[in-house]
């Protein structure tokens, strides 16, 4: 058997940063001292009329030659037109005639983006030699070198560079270390740097860093330890202990961060990564204390402010969630569409229809659009505007292929909760034809199919699913439990089933289709040694019919009545529990 429709609730309550490439950006390298030429420092301010003369003193003397102006356009004009190649073979080219270190480092830029290593380190010694103290300059050579594996060269480099900010630098060296694939040969550079600085936190927090991405987790975590008797409290070398601590074992993670704060209760940092562990682990009311507490320890912060909400909208406080998700779209959260997502289905909780169609309605784009709109039409269709509804979601447009695809989904899913099969089996085909290849879409079609005896259309659909997706369980689950239940193909069923049941060898409903294969091929105890399995993990209404019958067919009448009673009370709507008692007449 299997479930052709599961809904949940997704609280989102963790957040990921994510950063974009830039794309090339036109800039105008000074070749030649004009009067429009104003020296600046590495920040971009112009520097005051006495630095003036060093800085123009320290570029190299070169006139703006045609042959030199026809190079500079070609590369800008490459650029900006996306041939990046074309612009990073010119930069590179110039940054050899001029030795102009800004031109250089345009060189490296342009050499980094087109992913071409060689020209990038080139580029980098260009501009590393013409500007010795650029700290910029000399962080990106070493960076280069690293990546490139020249440990023996970036050293040096790495050593000047902490004498001027230890502090910061061994904070930055584990992203100059950038991907490198001798993970010992970091570590061991890394602790060659830091055994000059042994007073020095940050320099065992490196230490810790470089260990652990090469799996060395023990030695990271003594480093740590170092580093806390160094600066107790110190609360990046807690999370990252806590992080490393929590590979292998997420409550004694969440233990270490629970002692810590009892040491250090103002740690507002390790707070906030117990609060989101205390979620990972489904411990809401703990999380829920916590972020309320962090409330208060971050003003106005709307990642703690909206994870807060969507804590207590999911531990049914409506009006708090209310409160903390419309104080959150007052602090510029950064996906605001979001907020008014779950202030919806906070809306919608409250039976405020209305409310939550405006919240709704204010979604225009993004990930949200799609799911918004699902729940627009749903309050439509229930307030007896079904048409309203289907016109609502055929005139949205997605922002790609995926959401598209979601919007047919939802029409059909729309037309199926209000008994409309033929119809949602007409939405679906339509969006077939439009994405031939979409497997959510044939799935969904071979499940109406089933509803409209069309079984041809459902082994037809199951089967394209599987050469699309051939570890999809679910398309062998759910061919396999209708050639069981539905036809005498018995052995091709128990086949396609085994199929599932290796793929996910713990699901429930795989084993409830199992178990109703056996039962169907007179295996009774078999059948019923998969239904108890499969009950144990979850109770679900469907299983009980089915593992009610199998004790019924075997003599168990009272263990069988006693079993459906108990699920009719907690599902008495349920349509395969009531045809089965219905059948059966206990």
């Known amino acids: ?94 940054a050899r005639q001029t030795q102009d270190p800004r031109i250089a480092r345009r060189a490296a830029e342009m050499s980094m ?146 002692d810590f704060l009892t040491a250090h209760p103002g740690a507002r940092e390790v707070r906030l990564g117990y609060a989101r562990a205390l979620v990972n682990a489904n411990q809401f009311t703990e999380a829920r204390a916590e972020f309320t507490r962090l409330t208060n320890d971050f003003p106005r912060n709307p990642e703690v402010s909206f994870a807060a909400g969507l804590l207590s909208l999911q531990m049914g406080d409506l009006d708090a969630a209310r409160d903390l998700l419309t104080q959150t779209l007052e602090y510029s959260p950064r996906d605001p569409d979001a907020v008014r997502y779950y202030l919806g289905q906070a809306a919608e909780q409250m039976k405020q229809p209305e ?109 394209r699913v599987m050469v699309l997706r051939p570890d999809d369980a679910q398309a062998y689950n759910a061919l396999g439990y209708t050639l069981a239940d539905r036809t005498k193909r018995l052995p091709e069923a128990v086949t396609l089933l085994d199929k599932a049941l290796s793929l996910a060898p713990e699901d429930p409903f795989i084993l409830d289709s199992v178990g109703w294969a056996q039962y169907r091929s007179g295996n009774l105890p078999r059948a019923q040694e998969f239904l108890e399995r499969a009950y144990k993990i979850r109770p679900d209404p469907e299983i009980a019919a089915h593992l009610g019958e199998v004790m019924w067919a075997r003599g168990q009448r009272d263990e069988a009545g006693k079993l459906w009673q108990s699920s009719l009370q907690s599902h008495p709507q349920n349509e395969v529990l009531l045809e089965t008692l219905h059948r059966l007449k206990p």
């Open 355 to 463: 409310a939550a169609a405006a919240h709704y309605a204010e979604i225009g784009s993004g990930n949200y659009l799609v799911p918004a709109r699902a729940r627009q039409a749903a309050l439509l269709a229930r307030s007896g505007k079904l048409d309203e509804a289907r016109k609502l979601l055929a005139s949205t447009r997605g922002e790609n292929d995926a959401q598209n695809v979601r919007l047919v989904q939802a029409q059909s899913e729309l037309l199926r909760d209000n008994d409309e099969p033929a119809a949602a089996f007409g939405v679906l085909s339509e969006g077939i034809k439009r994405f031939p290849d979409s497997a959510e879409l044939l799935y969904d079609r071979a499940m109406v199919a089933e509803k409209l005896d069309k079984l041809d259309v459902l082994e037809a659909d199951l089967r």
């Open 1 to 94: 058997m299997t479930h052709f429709k599961i809904l949940f609730f997704c609280t989102a309550l963790l957040f990921v940063a994510a950063c974009s490439q830039p794309g090339v950006k036109a800039s105008q390298p000074a070749v030649t001292e004009t009067k429009a030429q104003q020296p600046v420092d590495e920040a971009g301010v112009g520097l005051a009329a006495e630095e003036k003369a060093p800085a123009e003193a320290a570029l190299p003397k070169q006139p703006l030659t045609p042959e030199i102006l026809f190079k500079f356009l070609v590369a800008e004009v490459a650029g900006q037109r996306g041939a990046i190649g074309i612009a990073q073979s010119t930069y590179l080219d110039l």
């Open 113 to 258: 983006f087109a992913r071409d290593q060689a020209g990038a380190l080139e580029a980098a010694r260009l501009w590393a030699a013409g500007e010795q103290d650029s700290v910029r300059a000399q962080q990106t050579l070493a960076a280069l070198l690293l990546s490139e594996g020249r440990l023996a060269e970036a050293e040096p480099i790495l050593r000047t560079l902490l004498k001027e900010d230890s502090t910061n630098g061994f904070l930055h060296l584990s992203a100059l270390m950038g991907k490198m694939r001798d993970s010992q040969g970091a570590l061991e550079l890394v602790e060659r740097l830091a055994a000059d600085y042994p007073a020095l936190p940050e320099a065992r927090f490196a230490v810790a860093q470089a260990a652990a991405n090469g799996g060395r987790f023990e030695a990271a975590v003594a480093a740590l330890q170092q580093a806390d008797s160094l600066r107790p409290g110190w609360e990046p070398a807690a999370l990252l202990r806590a992080q490393i601590i929590g590979r292998t074992s997420a409550a004694e993670a969440m233990r270490f961060m629970r």
